[in-house]
């Protein structure tokens, strides 16, 4: 079910930054665990990052320029993306897991909650 906001997509240049935040305000339980997602022009969702009770792991492409964060106090989550690249325009899915929903790795199998999704473009 759609219950978390994306916002902080926008154009950028190559080598540009971009901040997404994941906003849960109106999901009253404690997320257990948060992901990212993309989907880019072509290709199916695929998914790039989760964080549960121990270390985020990342996908390859984006590991060392992307950084998975949350303020569980605030029940959001956030995206900090660096360098970034023509290749990772695409729209952004912030998903949430209740408890007991742990990563696998770099992906969340089992989301009880999905955000409408946030568009990035990179280009000069």
């Known amino acids: 079910q759609l219950r978390l906001v994306e916002s902080g997509g926008g154009f950028v240049q190559p080598g540009g930054s971009l901040r997404l935040s994941c906003a849960a305000a109106?999901?009253?339980?404690?997320?257990?665990?948060i992901a990212w997602f993309r989907q880019t022009p072509g290709n199916e969702r695929e998914a790039l990052s989760c964080i549960d009770v121990g270390y985020p792991v990342y996908r390859n492409s984006v590991n060392g320029r992307f950084i998975i964060s949350r303020d569980k106090a605030k029940n959001m989550a956030f995206l900090q993306m660096n360098s970034l690249k023509p290749e990772d325009t695409g729209v952004y899915y912030c998903?949430?897991?209740?408890?007991?929903?742990?990563?696998?790795?770099?992906?969340?199998?089992?989301?009880?909650?999905w955000g409408q999704g946030t568009q990035v473009t990179v280009s000069s």
């Open positions: 998903a949430a897991g209740g408890r007991g929903r742990y990563c696998t790795g770099y992906m969340l199998e089992k989301a009880d909650y």
């Open positions: 109106e999901i009253t339980e404690d997320l257990f665990s």
